[in-house]
């Protein structure tokens, strides 16, 4: 629980990368800890928006590497978009989770339903349980 530490932490991975996904989810978290929900909105959103362009761009490369005949380049391509939708479906997770926190429920369950839908195992339950 040295909040401060952790998001230093992740102040420096983020100048360092500023589309360290990562990141921001886990800076969020941080700020969502320490009640600094807008702030934690905010870094939540950023990963949310930076997930979506670099999974558009890699399937973008992917579809280009298959026309071209690169294959193995385009299963590479494929590989990053799986892990960018992994990300994606946690920043959904949490961020919709801050939401239902900050008593807009339907926007918290809109956002869980969209972790379930990329596979995010707990928004699975968590959609059931807390939105049906």
Request: charged letters at 35%; a negative charge.
């Amino acid at each position: 629980r040295d909040y401060e530490s952790a998001l230093a932490h992740d102040d420096t991975a983020i100048i360092t990368d500023p589309n360290l996904i990562e990141a921001y989810i886990g800076r969020g978290g941080i700020k969502f800890q320490k009640i600094e929900f807008p702030s934690a909105m905010e870094d939540y959103n950023l990963a949310i928006e930076i997930s979506e362009k670099m999974v558009e761009m890699h399937d973008y490369r992917s579809n280009i590497k298959k026309v071209l005949g690169d294959f193995e380049g385009a299963k590479v391509e494929k590989a990053k978009v799986q892990g960018l939708k992994e990300q994606l479906a946690e920043a959904y997770f949490r961020r919709g989770h801050l939401k239902r926190f900050m008593e807009d429920l339907g926007g918290g369950c809109e956002d869980i339903r969209m972790a379930k839908d990329l596979g995010n195992i707990r928004a699975k339950t968590d959609f059931q349980d807390l939105c049906q």
